[in-house]
């Protein structure tokens, strides 16, 4: 179909603002938005009713000047928009006054246009279909996001923005989803109250994840943080070498971050002390997430008898240990065999029933059921070896293997 004969069609008996007009054009030249693409079309379609080549609905040409002919056109409403698009700087300024109490660089805008819109234009597609046409939806966002750009000088960005502002024309509803701050470093945990992350149930007062998070909301003004380690270690276990994290940041409010002071007022604290405290991102967190490092670890275990033929452990170096799911976790893991070896093991006698223990093992090999044997559930083991049983073990992480 000729253009001319698509324009007279859908302005036989409708009238459409420059941006409806022009935005069935779209895809049609390049460098022009909607609305001049609109503008440059009536006017052509001006020059063509005043010589009589097209008849379309006078309101087309409201506000123009005919020298041949004379024209009635009055003010109609966009058949399509309902002149939307004459409110964009009114919306945009609302949306900005809104994020106003956000630190933000880039941001993207999605709305929800009023659904009789979004009726309208479907029906009218099914009518006389889209060959060129973009969805008002885009341009509605891309409007109003321009115009947002200006009022706040802060760029659109389509892939990571900082903020994502959702609008509902419908709902006359804002709603933001604020991209996390994430801030990666090493720890060590030098308490055997204190778990790793925080607990529903209040029943540690301190956590690794509290401590590093007070300081940091109050420079991000965040509503909360989520917390992710390359692996943990148990409440009553210390864990001297440096585990990474990272900690994230949800729903801030400021996004630029003090490393310096942060560090500093986390080592303040007499059980949690971190290091390499840098910006980070979800990059960052897979690849924590993904680590499966060999640890070192020290345990002092206190056996019910003497200790006579701690050589026996020697026995262990190198040697693949069968272990069932611990007892102690099988109610939220599954019941599995898992095969982990030990890389080295040293020994040292205390006292006639205590020995250190430093054991190189491979990621994943629980180093408690390594000595105690879980009611054996885990084969060999420390106890099994000795045959002597274990009272009590006090055991560290001293190294996490980069």
Same mark, same amino acid.
């Given at each position: 179909?000729?253009?001319?004969?698509?324009?007279?069609?859908?302005? *036989?008996?409708?009238?459409?603002?420059?941006?409806?007009?022009?935005?069935?054009?779209?895809?049609?030249?390049?460098?022009?938005?909607?609305?001049?693409?609109?503008?440059?079309?009536?006017?052509?379609?001006?020059?063509?009713? @005043?010589?009589?080549?097209?008849?379309?609905?006078?309101?087309?040409?409201?506000?123009?000047q005919?020298?041949?002919?004379? +024209?009635?056109?009055?003010?109609?409403? !966009?058949?399509?928009?309902?002149?939307?698009?004459?409110?964009?700087?009114?919306?945009?300024?609302?949306?900005?006054?809104?994020?106003?109490?956000?630190?933000?660089?880039?941001?993207?805008?999605?709305?929800?246009?009023?659904?009789?819109?979004?009726?309208?234009?479907?029906?009218?597609?099914?009518?006389?279909?889209?060959?060129?046409?973009?969805?008002?939806?885009?341009?509605?966002?891309?409007?109003?996001?321009?115009?947002?750009?200006k009022?706040i000088?802060?760029?659109?960005d389509?892939?990571?923005?900082?903020?994502?502002?959702?609008?509902?024309?419908?709902?006359?509803?804002?709603?933001?989803?604020?991209?996390?701050?994430?801030?990666?470093?090493k720890?060590? *945990?030098?308490?055997?109250? +204190? %778990?790793? !992350?925080?607990?529903?149930?209040?029943?540690?007062?301190?956590?690794?994840?509290?401590?590093? @998070?007070?300081?940091?909301?109050?420079?991000?003004?965040?509503?909360?943080?989520?917390?992710?380690?390359?692996?943990? @270690?148990?409440?009553?276990?210390?864990?001297?070498?440096?585990?990474?994290?990272?900690?994230?940041?949800?729903?801030?409010?400021?996004?630029?971050?003090?490393?310096?002071?942060?560090?500093?007022?986390?080592?303040?604290?007499?059980?949690?002390? #971190?290091?390499?405290?840098?910006?980070?991102?979800?990059?960052?967190?897979?690849?924590?997430?993904?680590?499966?490092?060999?640890?070192t670890?020290?345990?002092?275990?206190?056996?019910?008898?003497? #200790?006579?033929?701690?050589?026996?452990?020697?026995?262990?170096?190198g040697?693949?240990?069968?272990q069932?799911? %611990?007892?102690?976790?099988?109610?939220?893991?599954?019941?599995?065999?898992?095969?982990?070896?030990? *890389?080295?093991?040293?020994?040292?006698?205390?006292?006639?029933?205590?020995?250190?223990?430093?054991?190189?093992?491979?990621?994943?090999?629980?180093?408690k059921?390594?000595?105690?044997?879980?009611?054996?559930?885990?084969?060999?083991?420390?106890?099994?070896?000795?045959?002597?049983?274990?009272k009590?073990? @006090?055991?560290?992480?001293?190294?996490?293997?980069?």
């Amino acid at each position: 179909m000729k253009i001319t004969d698509f324009l007279e069609q859908i302005l *036989k008996d409708k009238y459409l603002c420059d941006n409806c007009l022009g935005r069935q054009f779209a895809s049609l030249l390049t460098g022009y938005t909607n609305k001049q693409r609109g503008q440059a079309i009536r006017m052509y379609l001006a020059f063509l009713a @005043e010589a009589d080549q097209i008849k379309i609905k006078p309101s087309n040409f409201y506000g123009m000047q005919f020298r041949l002919k004379k +024209m009635k056109a009055e003010k109609e409403k !966009c058949h399509l928009c309902d002149d939307i698009f004459t409110k964009v700087d009114e919306k945009a300024k609302r949306i900005a006054k809104k994020i106003e109490g956000y630190e933000f660089n880039t941001f993207l805008l999605g709305t929800n246009p009023p659904n009789d819109i979004m009726k309208r234009e479907t029906e009218f597609w099914e009518e006389y279909g889209i060959e060129w046409a973009e969805s008002i939806n885009t341009e509605i966002n891309r409007e109003i996001g321009k115009s947002i750009s200006k009022l706040i000088s802060k760029e659109l960005d389509r892939k990571t923005p900082d903020i994502t502002i959702l609008y509902d024309f419908d709902k006359k509803k804002i709603d933001f989803i604020v991209r996390s701050v994430f801030v990666y470093g090493k720890y060590q *945990k030098l308490s055997r109250k +204190m %778990p790793q !992350c925080r607990w529903k149930s209040v029943v540690y007062k301190h956590s690794v994840q509290s401590v590093i @998070e007070k300081p940091l909301l109050a420079q991000t003004k965040g509503e909360k943080t989520s917390f992710h380690g390359e692996g943990r @270690e148990d409440v009553d276990v210390r864990c001297l070498g440096w585990r990474p994290f990272v900690i994230e940041v949800l729903n801030p409010k400021k996004r630029t971050v003090n490393i310096s002071d942060l560090k500093n007022r986390i080592n303040k604290s007499k059980y949690v002390k #971190v290091k390499g405290l840098r910006i980070a991102s979800k990059i960052d967190v897979k690849a924590v997430k993904a680590a499966k490092p060999d640890k070192t670890y020290r345990a002092i275990v206190t056996f019910e008898n003497p #200790v006579s033929n701690a050589s026996v452990l020697k026995a262990l170096k190198g040697c693949v240990i069968n272990q069932q799911t %611990p007892t102690r976790v099988i109610k939220r893991r599954a019941d599995l065999l898992r095969k982990r070896r030990v *890389k080295d093991i040293k020994y040292k006698l205390l006292s006639k029933n205590r020995l250190e223990l430093k054991t190189h093992a491979q990621s994943g090999l629980y180093i408690k059921e390594l000595i105690h044997g879980d009611g054996g559930r885990t084969r060999p083991s420390v106890q099994e070896l000795l045959n002597n049983k274990v009272k009590n073990i @006090e055991l560290d992480v001293i190294k996490i293997h980069e």
